[in-house]
């Protein structure tokens, strides 16, 4: 099945002051409306620097991780080498500004100068109670926040 579609970024990531900035494209502010008092955001990126012709064929990894299985399917990661690097991350919001449409948070996995596809307002009930994970990655962080202490790089063969 071929079918095109079509993707206008709304804005890109920067960094100032050691914080990254969500800042949008003037024509996307309104879509601001209503969004103040979200402590959260999911934003939707695109991995542009990894967006290549043979990345995308990538469908399979050897061990990405030093405790998990010799092979996983690339759907089983979080890689940005994919069919469709499309990646979403929720952040913590630490500012924002509506007027010039500049969300600051304090980390996003996205470089400077990455397109942003969309935001959506992160809320309380898209927690799942029951989560289950494989052996493998059940020892990482249950809560995004204790994300940041935790040595990940004892967890990436790269």
């Known amino acids: 099945m071929e079918t095109t579609i079509s993707i206008t970024p709304i804005g890109k990531v ?3 002051n050691g914080m990254f900035i969500i800042e949008l494209e003037k024509e996307y502010l309104p879509a601001l409306i209503g969004i103040e008092g979200f402590s ?11 967006d290549k012709p043979e990345n995308r064929k990538v469908l399979i990894t050897n061990k990405p991780y030093k405790t998990g299985p010799e092979v996983l399917g690339i759907y089983a990661t979080h890689s940005p080498v994919r069919p469709n690097p499309i990646l979403i991350t929720t952040i913590a919001v630490a500012s924002f500004d509506k007027v010039k449409g500049r969300i600051a948070t304090g980390y996003i996995d996205a470089e400077p100068g990455t397109p942003i596809l969309d935001i959506k307002p992160y809320h309380k009930n898209e927690r799942i109670r029951d989560c289950r994970v494989p052996d493998w990655c059940s020892h990482w962080p249950d809560w995004n926040e204790d994300s940041a202490t935790f040595d990940w790089q004892k967890e990436f063969n790269f």
């Open 14 to 16: 920067l960094k100032e």
């Open 40 to 50: 959260h955001l999911q934003i939707i990126w695109w991995g542009h620097l990894l």
